[in-house]
């Protein structure tokens, strides 16, 4: 009963967290007890503490495995009201065509953040969770991390001048993000991302992306 409630709510590849199943007349002990039965049995896998996963079927014989940054997304950039949270640091400013560096950690702004800065590992790898500065919602996503790493951009950017000024208003452009909408939560952020601003090009006598 316990596998076909998982497989008909999750699917194949899906993470599953163990804190957010729920089933009528189940108890929290016997739902364990039967996660791990399915885990012994094979038909359930363990990603990590508290994270499961239905294998789908693959020419190998333990199945596809669980992608990490599917595990991320789920656990921590999104809820049920849609999105909570973001990428950040290095591997943002990868993303985005400012840095060829791929750093070893994954770092994330969430609204499920419980503390200013927290790191753990997750499945062997290194994740720092910190709360955001504005609560975080479908709306505000986009802006709130594009001005998360213009606050640090003096850190991650390897182009200056005009190439980084295009790369930021191509970005722009392409997400949909006006200089207005920055202006509402320049207060949030520090005095500094104003120099970064300038320096990149962004404020100055610049047009609307």
Known sequence: MLYKHLKGNYGEGEPIMLNE????????????????????SGRLKRYDTGIYF?????????????SKEKVIEQKYLKDQAGVCGYLSG?????SIGITSQIPLVYELVTNKATNDYREIILAGSRVVIRKPKVRINDENCKVLQ?????KDIDVFSELEGQKLTEKLLGYMRAVGIGFGDIDKYLEYFPDKIFKNMYRAGLIGGKEEP
């Open 21 to 40: 199943i729920s089933v009528d007349g189940m108890s929290n002990v016997n739902l364990r007890q039967q996660i791990k039965k399915l885990v012994d």
């Open 54 to 66: 239905i294998s789908e079927k693959s020419i190998f014989a333990s199945g596809m495995q669980l």
């Open 90 to 94: 290095m591997l943002f400013a990868n």
């Open 146 to 150: 594009f001005m998360e790493m213009l």
